[in-house]
């Protein structure tokens, strides 16, 4: 029998204990605005203590749509430390789409921010009285909104009276919406927890760790970015909107020595013409996910950018791969292996598990997957693979294989995947086989239909120079396999994104699904 039985530890707590013992330390930036721990520890008991007092109990939902800032940070974890759970939606998406997000999360309140609150405003009418009563926001004047600052000073500095449990819901995500429909990606404390400690381990976070978070605060990289951060004693700082030049005079201003980025803003911070005027020995680790990173740019990152470059394959959900410094040169295209305690498998399209070498759907397990997806069983049971053992593991939906030192190669996303003539085509390797091409900025691959074929691969350029689409499509046909090859190639200025810089390829089959060839 334990002597001692500790309370596990979660995201408050970690936020208490921070104000308590780092308390005049720097804990966030944002432009001149600078918070010490205690402060950062006094506002978010104010915004918990305040929403309670408002009529809200514990488990109720919390929406926040606001643009980067020290408040949304404050407000975000202010939820979090009250007991309730905070739904932070991605401020690109469609006010049908937010609507839809806060029926769906039942939240009781919303916290908005600059031009979202007019745009939750015009939907109030549709939200109900629970949440219509309770929207807050920040710098606004409208009638019947609350002010940010003076409800969040209306609550007490005190440690929130709650009790929280490990198996509480802490945050819902939702999906980015690139293959359907988003879905709430449900986060209980426990899994915070993991996601936090687990991660300030393998991207090497430590108490002097000075972090750069410039993607939207409610994307999940910029949660691991920031938790990571929390749980080693370190500081936020804030970039309230990414640019390259800017990126870089923060890295050098604040002596940055952790961030979290996309493979977009690496690519833009290696075209930036004055990289090389910038002092970035500051940086220890740094970490591209969201997508796979173009093996070229990882080789430009790795010759041009001080510290350990960390290439992450993870999912909302959980599970994450890390290809380290170590292994970059020798392994540099794969995304990894999975961090210590995670275990993962390839599987055939009848679930059976494959050897090295052979690809197949990703399916694993770890200590922080998602507790589910929010009122989706049908989602929650797409997603689960039933080990032999019992256990539910997560099928991720991506194709990839595993070599013989179990480094994770991706090939592609399972339902990007084209079949042409009974065949399976992954638009990523003939993506890699353009980009090559000198003419060739960017480029999405995807399915048109075919009268021969059924289905058949076209692709979509962002040209660099002036090239003829003939040519290119001849010269690419000569680089791939039969199967693979392009039946045309069509240019655009950009490709649709989403904030975190994945290819919207549901949006570009859309658009050419008219054609057949």
Request: include cysteine; proline fraction near 4%.
């Amino acid at each position: 029998m334990a002597w001692f039985s500790p309370k596990p530890l979660i995201l408050p707590d970690v936020i208490t204990l921070n104000a308590d013992f780092n308390g005049p330390k720097t804990a966030v930036v944002d432009g001149d605005t600078r918070v010490t721990w205690q402060a950062f520890g006094e506002g978010t008991a104010r915004v918990a203590n305040a929403l309670a007092d408002a009529g809200l109990v514990k488990g109720d939902r919390v929406v926040v749509l606001m643009k980067n800032s020290y408040e949304m940070l404050e407000a975000m974890f202010g939820v979090i430390r009250g007991g309730f759970v905070c739904v932070p939606l991605n401020v690109s998406i469609t006010d049908e789409a937010v609507a839809g997000m806060i029926g769906n999360s039942a939240a009781k309140a919303v916290i908005a921010s600059g031009e979202h609150v007019a745009r939750i405003d015009a939907l109030r009418d549709s939200l109900g009285d629970a949440i219509s009563a309770r929207c807050i926001g920040l710098d606004t004047d409208l009638p019947g909104w609350l002010d940010y600052r003076a409800f969040r000073d209306s609550g007490s500095s005190a440690k929130p009276d709650v009790v929280i449990d490990a198996s509480d819901e802490c945050n819902i995500i939702y999906s980015s919406g690139t293959t359907g429909l988003p879905k709430g990606i449900v986060h209980d404390h426990a899994c915070r927890e993991a996601w936090g400690s687990d991660m300030a381990v393998a991207l090497r976070y430590h108490s002097g760790a000075r972090t750069l978070c410039n993607l939207g605060l409610f994307s999940n990289i910029s949660w691991v970015a920031m938790l990571a951060t929390m749980f080693a004693g370190g500081t936020i700082i804030v970039q309230r909107r990414f640019t390259a030049e800017d990126c870089l005079e923060l890295m050098q201003q604040e002596r940055v020595t952790h961030t979290a980025m996309v493979p977009l803003q690496f690519q833009k911070l290696m075209e930036c013409e004055s990289f090389d005027q910038y002092d970035l020995t500051s940086l220890d680790a740094y970490m591209c996910c969201g997508s796979p990173l173009n093996p070229e740019i990882k080789r430009q990152v790795m010759e041009r950018m001080p510290g350990d470059f960390i290439e992450l394959y993870g999912l909302t959900e959980g599970l994450v791969t890390i290809l380290g410094p170590e292994d970059m040169r020798e392994k540099t295209d794969s995304v990894g292996r999975p961090c210590p305690g995670q275990q993962l498998v390839i599987l055939d399209n009848d679930d059976n598990v494959l050897p090295a070498g052979e690809s197949g759907e990703i399916v694993g397990t770890c200590r922080f997957l998602m507790a589910g997806y929010h009122d989706n069983d049908e989602a929650n049971e797409e997603a689960t693979w039933l080990h032999p053992t019992g256990q539910r593991w997560l099928r991720t939906g991506d194709i990839g294989k595993l070599d013989d030192d179990g480094f994770l190669y991706l090939v592609d996303r399972k339902k990007d995947m084209i079949i042409s003539g009974g065949q399976n085509v992954y638009p990523a390797d003939i993506e890699v086989a353009m980009l090559r091409h000198d003419a060739v900025s960017e480029v999405a691959v995807i399915g048109v239909p075919s009268k021969r074929w059924g289905e058949t691969p076209l692709a979509v350029v962002v040209p660099s120079t002036e090239v003829d689409a003939i040519e290119l499509t001849a010269w690419t046909n000569a680089q791939v396999g039969k199967q693979q090859r392009i039946v045309d190639t069509v240019f655009v200025d950009e490709l649709p994104r989403n904030p975190n810089g994945k290819v919207l390829k549901r949006e570009l089959r859309k658009t050419y699904s008219d054609r057949e060839y």
